[in-house]
């Protein structure tokens, strides 16, 4: 057994480039599923290590329903029996002069210690070197900030050293670490209410309560209590479906991985065919042989997991602050730490590895197993067997998709198993592509006879004469190719729906202040409605609150502005509702409609300020803006209904027969300046969406690239084993007179061939994933319809790169002909 | 937790006057008598940088169990003006707030402290009466009755304070002296004897307990009492059981000696008081307690003779525990106890109780307060 062992493993170094191509393939599979699942654990771990951090010792908050809330009742909170500690906060974003937005925390450093006390301490920590009106100037100096270590680094700044936002500069009087590696910047709250104009007024309380039903009873009509479970449930939900997406694309990377590795190790036992057969010859038993064989995969599924789990692990610091800006553009300002190593990373990618290249011997081997030697030693299979294996496939993956389409036509509302029957549904377009190669062998032929005359015919029976080896091939590529198809597809069409919904509500001429947690002054609102020449301006409110125990949103804006200038996406209707809309009716997103089952003519109950109300709903719009689930309503209802008078941002429309347009929207700008608020031209609010937008897919448009490189070895170990397998045949073109260049351009045409195939097939079952993944998954996870827009340009990338990826899979093989062939004799016969 | 707040105000407390302390800022001095009017004077004295409102008792309840408390509320300025007067939240004293309550039949002894700054009517002291909060934590007068509350955990309580005799005024009609030096001296005076009636709760106790018994209040302003070369002082508040009561209060140096300043005031069963200068109050320590907790080393019996009002007392706590680390408000380690006791008054056998206050052993105040 040692023996046999051993001349595998020997064999193994005299084929180095073929091992290490091999290894390499295991390494690229095993990374692309550590990278990605690493990543979104760590990206989500920050994200509710983020959040906990925020909230401290704290057990519950006590909030408005939707606004900031009158500082007074921290009083009454003082007297309650059942709080223990309170700390009022205010919690704000706060551009930066450089254009980010970080997390502004106004508290009170003495309320402040019972509920968060290693930030609250920062200010008063021991310096022997400050004076005494520096070592109090966290409280008496208004411009006076504490900021954390890492922001400071990045802004080079030190204490002393001023930040400029857009509210004027900041003057650092310390820094602090933060473990969760959030940037933000802490402020006294007296100088926070006066930085932000929030006069007694704050964002929320953070308690520590020893009698929660008590409080409560006390504390139950206009507010709304979350205790820390409910609150990481609340957050927990905000980012479900952007989760599921990442465990979906995780998944995704496991399927192509596991194929190409399944692949390799295919590769791996099939290539040894004869070698196998003349050590059974020379009397080795099988149990020698398969031992040999199992060695030398878990060999290679060790390695290249240790390997794989490496690049995976570098990959994912990259991928991990990729997903990091994905959540802090959706959700939350965010700021992510990338998983510390653990040997359970490499733990899991030889686990991968292994379990993978298992598999993929499996079947080879039993098979090999089983063979008389004497066939064996013949090199492969003849091809008749894999024809009729071929269709064996098939009819298996027939079933695969007949049970995937009955899994999605029969339980496609729950998001799982949705995910489970487009997984299904590619794998049994997988099994299908070994017949479908049989069936256009003619076909091909042809092509490839066009392309490279006797060369290219020949070419195209050998991909189908070494169906074993090539129909995995081109499945692993073909899915690849589907993938970048799907997604792109899908991505491109959500694209061009997010601009369509823009263009149908956001068509101000100006937007002051657009990120939801800044304030416009009621008063500048007051201020621009009244300059001759401006036409309308909405104020737009937006609020998250609680509804039937999940947190949707609710908008606030101005019914008769819309209706004169904005042009809604009905899902049912048209701008007839706005009547209805300024009487008190509101209108619900399509994600709220189908989240909660509500139609037109419904009613949604609201807890209000006093109680609940219940508001009729009139339409339903399209919408992008959050997959919760918003509720737009007049700001006079909204009024009505929380007593918020906050307004976020505000859209300025101008008549559209003035003619003093730009003077007037540069005395605006002007105005707004002065009060620092950031204003927006309409185009460039567009863009700030779409780069958003973009940012989101960053993370699925590497997915896309792993996937082209995972394919491309998979592509490149097909044509090194079918040439290293087909020495002999060489052998005899040689005889047959056929030169160089021309055995080159077989090979060349071969990979050509392989690439052809793999990508026609993927232009449909990318399709068709895309179709998938528009209608049942994104409207599953979001709640959202997005309209199928045909684009030419994934198939034209994921051509191009078919077409690379099948030359560049060729030339080492190429470069191997011009060396070998030249010396080749018919050595067997 | 580390000591931040004491930080602060060991920043706040030991910085003026200082070089660097901006000129414009100069608190009043407690210089010359003062013309005292009260309810006035039992409100707060903003331009003062220091005050205190300090109620320690001694209560009982129907079964004759005995329990002491101290509640007191500290105003501490911080600049003579706020940066911006219309907003509560900008700084311009800090309260500081300690609350304890000691139960001699289980021997438990529990504190809480507590600070804020002023804000939207979290903390504060009213001008012209007594009436100061921080955070649910209040004293009130409302004619002559006084009344306490105060909440933590599961410790709580709710007493009505009327005063038995007139309040009196201590030192040189009310300015008592801390050391040698201009301005080293705070006013103050005291509420001896204030029948106490009402509930109270003692941490792991359950139900509120109906008491009874008498209170203390003592009452003080000033902006720089102690010097430097002091390391703290030891205060007694005694009644005794013949109607008389006694303060006294040692300022001890850090070279071992005690202040001449120190001094004494004994109050009459009649309301009178009289002056008592350092030489005529004998204390001998009789034993000494340590501090697991903070390392501290205080005395534990005391021997207390003051020959000319025939008083020879013998006093000892009721649980030696009885010591407040206060890292969380005023940075403050000190003994603060419930105590009673023995012996003689104007020749006749007496017993007496009241409260003892210890600081300076577990880390100097030097210059603090």
């Known amino acids: 057994m040692r023996t046999v062992t051993r001349s595998f493993l020997r064999h193994l170094y005299r084929r180095r480039s073929l091992s290490l191509l091999q290894l390499l393939g295991i390494a690229c599979g095993v990374a692309a599923v550590v990278g990605m699942a690493l990543s979104a654990r760590s990206a989500l771990s920050s994200f509710s290590q983020a959040v906990e951090f925020l909230r401290g010792k704290s ?61 609250s301490r920062v200010p008063f920590e021991r310096r022997t070197s400050r004076s005494f009106e520096d070592s109090i100037a966290f409280l008496t100096d208004e411009r006076a900030v504490l900021i954390e270590a890492g922001l400071a680094r990045t802004l080079g700044l030190a204490t002393g050293g001023s930040v400029p936002t857009l509210k004027g500069p900041l003057r650092v009087v310390g820094s602090f670490a933060n473990p969760s590696g959030e940037p933000l910047i802490l402020m006294d709250i007296a100088h926070t209410q006066k930085l932000l104009g929030l006069g007694g007024r704050i964002d929320h309380v953070d308690l520590i309560l020893d009698d929660e039903g008590g409080f409560a009873s006390r504390w139950r009509e206009g507010y709304r209590i979350q205790s820390k479970r409910q609150r990481q449930d609340t957050f927990g939900a905000m980012v479900g479906a952007f989760r599921l997406n990442l465990e979906a694309l995780s998944l995704m990377a496991l399927f192509v991985s596991v194929f190409l590795i399944y692949n390799t190790a295919m590769f791996a036992v099939v290539s040894r065919r004869r070698d196998a057969g003349i050590l059974r010859s020379l009397g080795a038993s099988r149990a020698e042989v398969a031992g040999a064989f199992l060695t030398e995969i878990a060999l290679f599924g060790t390695l290249g997991g240790l390997a794989g789990s490496l690049f995976g692990f570098l990959l994912s610091r990259a991928l991990t602050e990729v997903i990091g800006g994905t959540i802090s553009s959706l959700y939350f300002f965010l700021r992510t730490a990338p998983m510390p190593w653990s040997w359970w990373v490499p733990a899991a990618g030889v686990a991968v590895g292994l379990g993978a290249s298992l598999l993929g011997s499996l079947y080879p081997l039993v098979e090999l197993t089983r063979t008389d030697p004497a066939v064996t030693l013949r090199g492969r299979s003849g091809s008749r067997g894999n024809r009729r294996r071929a269709w064996i496939v098939a009819l298996a993956g027939a079933g695969c998709l ?38 256009a062998e003619p076909l091909l032929g042809r092509v490839l006879a066009s392309f490279g005359g006797l060369p290219g015919r020949i070419a195209a029976g050998n991909i189908i004469r070494n169906l074993g080896r090539t129909g995995v091939a081109v499945a692993a590529f073909m899915m690849a190719l589907s993938l970048s198809i799907g997604l792109g597809s899908m991505i491109g069409s959500f694209r061009q729906s997010l ?171 002007a105005r707004a300046a002065a009060r620092g608020l950031p204003v927006s031209t309409r185009e460039q609010f567009h863009r700030n969406i779409l780069e958003v937008f973009d940012s989101t897919f960053a993370v699925t448009r590497s997915m896309r690239i792993m996937a082209i490189v995972i394919a491309f070895f998979g592509i490149t170990g097909a044509l090194l084993t079918l040439f290293i397998e087909r020495r002999r045949d060489f052998g005899i073109l040689r005889a047959l007179g056929f030169s160089t260049g021309q055995v080159a351009r077989m090979t060349l045409l071969e990979a050509l061939g392989m690439g052809i195939v793999s990508f026609a097939l993927s232009s449909g079952v990318g399709t068709v994933l895309a179709v998938l993944l528009i209608r049942v998954i994104n409207l599953r996870s979001f709640n959202w319809t997005v309209f199928y827009f045909p684009d030419w340009q994934p198939y034209a990338v994921t051509a191009a790169t078919a077409l690379a990826a099948s030359l560049g899979a060729a030339l080492y093989p190429i470069w191997k002909v011009h060396r070998t062939y030249p010396q080749m004799q018919i050595r067997e016969e | 937790m580390r000591p931040w707040i004491a930080a602060l105000l060991v920043t706040l407390l030991s910085s003026f006057p200082c070089p660097e302390a901006p000129a414009q800022e100069t608190w009043k001095q ?152 201009r301005g080293q001296a705070s006013y103050y005076y005291s509420l001896t004897d204030l029948a106490t009636k009402g509930t109270i709760r003692t941490p792991g106790g359950g139900a509120p307990v109906s008491v009874e018994g008498a209170s203390w209040l003592d009452r003080e302003f000033s902006s720089n009492a102690l010097t430097k070369d002091q390391e703290g002082w030891d205060w007694f508040s005694i009644r005794l059981s013949d109607g008389r009561e006694l303060m006294l209060y040692f300022l001890r140096k850090k070279d071992g000696t005690v202040e001449q300043e120190s001094s004494g005031t004994l109050v009459e069963a009649d309301g009178r008081s009289l002056g008592l200068k350092t030489g005529e109050i004998g204390v001998e320590v009789l034993a000494t307690w340590t501090s697991q907790r903070s390392g501290g080393r205080y005395p534990g019996r005391w021997r207390i003779r003051v020959p000319a009002a025939g008083i020879d007392l013998t006093i000892a706590p009721l649980v030696a525990e009885q010591e407040l680390i206060t890292e969380g408000s005023t940075g403050v380690t000190y003994w603060e106890g419930a105590v009673d006791g023995r012996g003689a008054s ?10 003892v206050e210890m600081t300076g052993y577990a880390g100097s105040l030097g210059g603090q307060f």
């Open chain 1, 59 to 119: 057990t519950h908050t006590l909030e408005r329903l939707a606004g900031p809330m009158d500082e007074s009742i921290l009083r009454q909170l003082a007297a309650d029996p059942a709080v223990v500690s309170f700390a009022p906060v205010l919690e704000r974003r706060l551009k930066l002069g450089n254009g980010d937005l970080v997390r502004l925390l106004g508290i009170d450093p003495f309320l402040d210690r019972a509920i968060r006390p290693e930030l």
């Open chain 1, 402 to 439: 007949i049970a995937s389409i009955l899994l999605l036509a029969f339980f496609s509302k729950r998001v799982y198993a949705a995910f489970i029957g487009v997984f299904g549904f590619l794998f049994g377009l997988s099994l299908l592509t070994g017949v479908i190669m049989v069936l």
């Open chain 1, 499 to 669: 601009i369509w919904w823009m263009g149908t509500q956001l068509r101000g001429d100006l937007y002051v202040s657009n990120a939801s947690d800044m304030e416009v002054p009621e008063g500048f609102y007051e201020e621009i409605r009244g300059i001759p020449g401006v036409g309308g301006v909405d104020t737009y409110r937006k609020a998250q609150v609680t509804y039937r125990g999940r947190a949707i949103h609710v908008a606030a804006i101005q019914a008769g502005v819309l209706q004169r200038f904005a042009r809604f996406g009905w899902v049912e209707g048209g701008d007839g509702h706005w009547e209805a809309v300024k009487r008190g009716d509101v209108i619900v997103s399509e994600s709220f409609a189908r989240s909660f089952g509500a139609s037109p003519g419904g009613v949604v109950t609201l807890e209000g300020a006093k109680g609940p109300v219940d508001l009729r709903i009139e339409g339903v719009f399209y919408d992008y803006s959050t997959e919760h689930g918003l509720v737009m309503m007049d700001r006079a209802t909204y009024i009505a209904l929380y007593g918020d008078r906050t307004i976020n941002s505000i859209a300025v429309f101008i008549d559209p027969s003035e003619p003093r347009k730009r003077r007037i929207l540069d005395d605006i700008r």
């Open chain 2, 30 to 181: 407690a210089v010359g008598p003062w013309s005292w009017s009260f309810p006035r004077d039992h409100g707060a004295h903003p331009e003062f940088r220091t005050e205190w409102w300090y109620f320690t008792g001694n209560l009982r309840d129907a079964a004759g169990n005995r329990y002491g408390y101290q509640l007191t509320f500290f105003r501490q300025g911080v600049r003579l003006r706020a940066s911006d007067p219309r907003n509560p939240w900008s700084l311009r004293d800090l309260y500081p707030a300690h609350f304890a309550i000691t139960d001699a039949r289980t021997g438990a002894f529990r504190y809480a402290e507590q600070i804020s700054r002023a804000g939207p009517g979290l903390a504060g002291a009213a001008k012209g009466g007594l009436n100061v909060w921080n955070l649910g934590w209040s004293a009130k007068m409302e004619g002559s009755l006084i009344r306490i509350r105060a909440q933590h955990g599961g410790m709580g309580l709710e007493l009505e304070l009327v005063p038995r005799k007139p309040l009196v005024l201590h030192g040189d009609r009310g300015l008592s002296r801390k050391g040698p030096g």
């Open chain 2, 346 to 355: 104007a020749g006749s056998p007496v017993t007496c109780e009241g409260y």
